[in-house]
């Protein structure tokens, strides 16, 4: 019989009095360092807004990697684009010998990730991308954080997205970002003013859920009883191809401008402990997996050690996978993995993505867990491994 958690943990990120701790001044790399700035209501929307800045023709081809979630394609069928794919190589990299002439040379763009919370130097991809003349879209959902080899996370796109949701207790957030190009008017559509009392509502009902202001029930009851009257408003997005895994990425309020309680939120908490928290549940994981049987790192910290890393979740390579990830979900514990692609996603040669959706699991490693859950979510992983249960 599976063992449950004895209390759930939080997927993300939660409003807590530890949210307002302050660990120094130094300066953190981060995309939000870069001179032209445009707030979304998460990564795929500033994903589906870069696209439009580009002002590409309808049905231009876009570069795409094979290792992906589909909210990263959504956009790109919604702003009547295509895609095709690229491999990826084991650092995460595009493989660009994977692309062939006559791909590259009918595409227009290219959107390149940077996995885990781990940046890249991305300074081979922006010359090939500069030879052939195709726009470079850098994916920092994963490293809202960091520096990219010689820049900073964001600096080698034209337009770099990020997701603020994942980083910050907030309920929605993306930022659309460039340092060399100014972004022109997003023309979005300002939440009405019952969506931003819902929003700022379910942060505190999310907090409230995992224990975040102790002390001050009293007061929060109070406005969870009025919650129940607002509902957040989601635009049908209409799209005649893909209309299941359109509707599965939640693409409603790609023209919605982001909510008050996100913008105030994601301005005014500290960054640097967020990025020491996660480094720290991350160098937990690290040490548990150590030599573990049928199970290792896909990446650790001390071969790409910096004080600027910031995990978004802890890559563990896992062999017997499928078993262990269905054991792992019906126990209701904060792991995922990526293994729902686009619909036509090729085989490539030399290709780590097809390893990775069913090999590798994403432990969350937020700054709201702490040595207990990462200690119970390792403890779960280890019990079902091979000649580990004793």
């Known amino acids: 019989m599976l063992e449950v958690t004895p209390r759930p943990l939080p997927r993300h990120p939660i409003l807590d009095w530890s949210s307002f701790f302050s ?3 130094t300066p953190i790399s981060s995309i939000e360092n870069l001179r032209h700035q445009a707030f979304t209501t998460s990564g795929r929307a500033a994903i589906y807004q870069a696209l439009l800045q580009l002002k590409l023709p309808r049905g231009s081809t876009v570069l795409v990697p094979s290792y992906h979630c589909p909210t990263m394609i959504a956009p790109i069928f919604l702003a009547h684009l295509k895609v095709a794919y690229f491999a990826i190589t084991e650092e995460g990299l595009p493989n660009l010998l994977s692309i062939d002439d006559t791909t590259s040379d009918g595409c227009k763009a290219m959107l390149v990730s940077h996995y885990f919370g781990f940046a890249n130097s991305l300074h081979a991809v922006r010359a090939w991308c500069d030879a052939r003349n195709i726009s470079l879209i850098e994916d920092c959902a994963h490293c809202y954080f960091g520096r990219a080899g010689e820049r900073s996370v964001g600096a080698w796109g034209d337009y770099s997205t990020a997701s603020i949701s994942k980083f910050f207790p907030v309920q929605e957030g993306g ?8 972004i022109s008017n997003l023309n979005l559509e300002p939440a009405t003013f019952k969506d931003q009392i819902k929003g700022f509502l379910d942060v505190v009902e999310t907090s409230n859920k995992y224990g975040g202001f102790k002390g001050l029930n009293t007061s929060v009851n109070f406005l969870l009883r009025i919650k129940k009257i607002f509902k957040i408003n989601k635009k049908k997005i209409m799209q005649p191809q893909n209309e299941e895994i359109i509707k599965y990425c939640d693409m409603g309020r790609i023209n919605i401008k982001m909510l008050w309680s996100s913008f105030f939120i994601n301005k005014f908490l500290p960054r640097k402990f967020i990025s020491e928290k996660r480094r720290k549940n991350y160098f937990q ?14 990446l650790t910290i001390k071969d790409n050690f910096s004080t600027e890393i910031s995990p978004y979740v802890f890559p563990l390579w896992v062999d017997d996978a499928d078993r262990i990830y269905q054991s792992l979900k019906a126990m209701g514990l904060p792991v995922f993995r990526w293994d729902k692609i686009w619909p036509g996603t090729p085989q490539l ?36 491994l091979p000649n580990q249960a004793a």
């Open 285 to 298: 994981y690290e040490r548990i997996f150590f030599n573990t049987a049928g199970a290792h790192p896909l």
């Open 175 to 182: 930022v659309l970002a460039s340092d060399t190009r100014i």
């Open 23 to 25: 660990v120094g001044s």
């Open 349 to 384: 040669v030399n290709d780590a993505g097809p390893g990775w959706c069913v090999h590798v699991l994403q432990l969350l490693c937020h700054q709201n867990l702490g040595e207990t859950e990462i200690n119970l979510i390792s403890s779960a992983i280890l019990k079902l």
